[in-house]
């Protein structure tokens, strides 16, 4: 059982800065990629950055050069700073990992998500 935990939401003013947290727990062998999404209100659930195993990263075209996603492998945490924040970031955030519960090359890769915090950017 892979539980992921998430922090660091909540309400902010246009131009401030947040950072989400997203921490794995449980059997664990290793994690690929990591990701951070989010979902407003009647849209669609949409990526807003990953980090793969190798730390090659790839962002949302309206989030880039404004967040950040870094990965600690080491405490199996993946992190989003978010800066200059808009009011059309407002949105439920979630994480999701891709985790192999045991050794070898061919086991089954899992994936997890977040329970989801909420960011809201007041104009």
């Known amino acids: 059982q892979v539980q992921l935990v998430e922090s660091g939401g909540g309400l902010v003013q246009a131009g401030g800065s947040l950072r989400l947290s997203c921490a794995a727990s449980g059997s664990i062998f290793s994690i690929g990629a990591m990701g951070w999404y989010r979902q407003a209100p009647g849209k669609q659930r949409e990526l807003v950055a990953q980090i793969t195993s190798g730390d090659s990263t790839n962002y949302e075209d309206s989030v880039k050069g404004r967040f950040t996603i870094s990965r600690d492998n080491a405490k199996n945490t993946v992190n989003l700073q978010m800066n200059s924040l808009k009011p059309e970031d407002t949105a439920v955030y979630y994480c999701?990992?891709?985790?192999?519960?045991?050794?070898?090359?061919?086991?089954?890769?899992?994936?997890?998500w977040g329970q989801g915090t909420q960011v809201t950017v007041s104009s």
């Open positions: 999701k990992m891709l985790v192999r519960i045991s050794p070898g090359i061919s086991s089954r890769v899992y994936q997890y």
